[in-house]
């Protein structure tokens, strides 16, 4: 048997209720994989907290993330808690929180499972593609920097180093290598999103990009500007497998990436560095629903999904890899069957239902598989 230390960060507004559902599945699955043992502990972060000391991610929480083996977050922020410059108390925690566990890789897949909600009428041949995010420098790395000269001049610096580039196209050319490719060819492709064109700090990313490429001749490679790539993400998603950019670009495409396929509520992410790794839902707190039961889980629990994944890659631990195609196969399973669904996307069940579906779903495939 195989124990994994678990930091989980409910958060704030919907985040403990998407975390509760989560705990469901991720019970689930320990109940089905009894190799897996997950050692899950809670720590509050976040704006409530803020609220009520004056602090976000107090030390203790995160010595925590740094002790465990995974980092699983569900929301953090609320709108009206905010620091004395006016700002919201969510990005200074989030950029820390990277910034301390040194994750340079935002992992966020775009795939559209049959029975989501799609606004597109065409989806060509299938959406199925993983958006990059470089997540330490880019535009970000000017966060709590910048200048302002009085009341008439604001700057902030965007930064492109060549350790941190190569870092996270690596990354994008390896998970490549891991995935099955384009859904209607099978093609494995990294496609570079710049705007080369431009700016300097861009055509450094392009040429480094073409750099760490050459190392991976068996992978197709290409470039695109991003204005061109937010039109070919809605004309032709399926053109696409691993896509990798700047920290702001993937800050806003990976939302439309989310729009595509079903909403933020469809959308999990990771945030992936050379000895930790943090999961969580694309979607904020949603404090107008907090306490009603009614958020949609997926997102986070796919997160989990995701993270089981990682655990498995990192630790050659095939009963998580397996576990973690269990999560995501309930997952599609119950979009697919569409009896149980959260109002977000057309349904009436509640948080909990939902959880309670992909648990039995899993129930289900392990014990047919007996």
Same mark, same amino acid.
């Given at each position: 048997?195989?124990?994994?230390?678990?930091?989980?960060?409910?958060?704030?507004?919907?985040?403990?209720?998407?975390?509760?559902?989560?705990?469901?599945?991720?019970?689930?699955?320990?109940?089905?994989?009894?190799?897996?043992?997950?050692?899950?502990?809670?720590?509050?972060?976040?704006?409530?907290?803020?609220?009520?000391?004056?602090?976000?991610?107090?030390?203790?929480?995160?010595?925590?993330?740094?002790?465990?083996?995974?980092?699983?977050?569900?929301?953090?922020?609320?709108?009206?808690?905010?620091?004395?410059?006016?700002?919201?108390?969510?990005?200074?925690?989030?950029?820390?929180?990277?910034?301390?566990?040194?994750?340079?890789?935002?992992?966020?897949?775009?795939?559209?499972?049959?029975?989501?909600?799609?606004?597109?009428?065409?989806?060509?041949?299938?959406?199925?593609?993983?958006?990059?995010?470089?997540?330490?420098?880019?535009?970000?790395?000017?966060?709590?920097?910048?200048?302002?000269?009085?009341?008439?001049?604001?700057?902030?610096?965007?930064?492109?180093?060549?350790?941190?580039?190569?870092?996270?196209?690596?990354?994008?050319?390896?998970?490549?290598?891991?995935?099955?490719?384009?859904?209607?060819?099978?093609?494995?492709?990294?496609?570079?999103?710049?705007?080369?064109?431009?700016?300097?700090?861009?055509?450094?990313?392009?040429?480094?990009?073409? $750099? &760490? %490429?050459?190392?991976?001749? @068996?992978?197709? /490679?290409? *470039? +695109?500007?991003? =204005?061109?790539?937010?039109?070919?993400?809605?004309?032709?998603?399926?053109?696409?497998?691993?896509?990798?950019?700047?920290?702001?670009?993937?800050?806003?495409?990976?939302?439309?990436?989310?729009?595509?396929?079903?909403?933020?509520?469809?959308?999990?992410?990771?945030?992936?560095?050379?000895?930790?790794?943090?999961?969580?839902?694309?979607?904020?707190?949603?404090?107008?629903?907090?306490?009603?039961?009614?958020?949609?889980?997926?997102?986070?629990?796919?997160?989990?999904?995701?993270?089981?994944?990682?655990?498995?890659?990192?630790?050659?631990?095939?009963?998580?890899?397996?576990?973690?195609?269990?999560?995501?196969?309930?997952?599609?399973?119950?979009?697919?069957?569409?009896?149980?669904?959260?109002?977000?996307?057309?349904?009436?069940?509640?948080?909990? $239902? &939902? %959880?309670?579906?992909?648990? @039995?779903?899993? /129930?289900? *495939? +392990?014990?047919? =598989?007996?």
């Amino acid at each position: 048997m195989t124990s994994y230390r678990i930091a989980l960060l409910p958060g704030d507004g919907i985040g403990p209720e998407t975390m509760a559902a989560t705990q469901i599945v991720l019970d689930r699955v320990v109940a089905e994989f009894p190799n897996i043992q997950l050692d899950c502990q809670s720590h509050r972060a976040g704006a409530e907290l803020y609220r009520e000391t004056g602090e976000t991610l107090p030390k203790n929480v995160l010595d925590a993330c740094l002790a465990a083996d995974a980092v699983l977050l569900s929301a953090i922020g609320l709108p009206d808690v905010r620091q004395p410059d006016g700002t919201e108390v969510q990005p200074t925690m989030m950029v820390g929180l990277r910034r301390a566990l040194n994750l340079h890789s935002a992992v966020r897949p775009v795939k559209l499972y049959p029975g989501a909600p799609c606004p597109l009428k065409d989806t060509g041949e299938g959406i199925d593609f993983v958006i990059i995010r470089e997540n330490l420098e880019g535009l970000f790395a000017s966060f709590g920097g910048g200048s302002m000269v009085g009341d008439e001049v604001a700057t902030d610096t965007l930064v492109v180093t060549r350790a941190g580039t190569s870092k996270v196209v690596d990354y994008a050319f390896q998970l490549a290598s891991r995935r099955s490719g384009r859904p209607h060819d099978g093609k494995r492709k990294v496609t570079c999103v710049d705007k080369a064109n431009v700016f300097r700090s861009m055509a450094f990313f392009r040429k480094i990009f073409h $750099d &760490v %490429a050459a190392k991976y001749p @068996d992978i197709e /490679h290409d *470039a +695109v500007y991003v =204005d061109a790539m937010s039109l070919y993400m809605v004309q032709n998603p399926s053109d696409f497998d691993v896509v990798v950019m700047e920290n702001q670009f993937g800050d806003i495409l990976s939302d439309l990436g989310a729009g595509i396929v079903g909403g933020l509520g469809l959308g999990p992410s990771a945030e992936v560095g050379d000895k930790h790794a943090l999961f969580q839902p694309s979607h904020g707190t949603a404090p107008q629903l907090a306490g009603k039961n009614v958020a949609n889980p997926l997102a986070t629990i796919l997160s989990a999904g995701m993270m089981l994944d990682w655990l498995g890659q990192t630790h050659q631990d095939a009963n998580c890899i397996t576990a973690a195609v269990a999560v995501e196969s309930a997952v599609a399973e119950v979009l697919s069957h569409g009896q149980v669904r959260t109002p977000d996307i057309g349904g009436s069940s509640s948080t909990t $239902d &939902v %959880a309670n579906a992909v648990a @039995d779903a899993i /129930h289900a *495939a +392990v014990a047919s =598989d007996v």
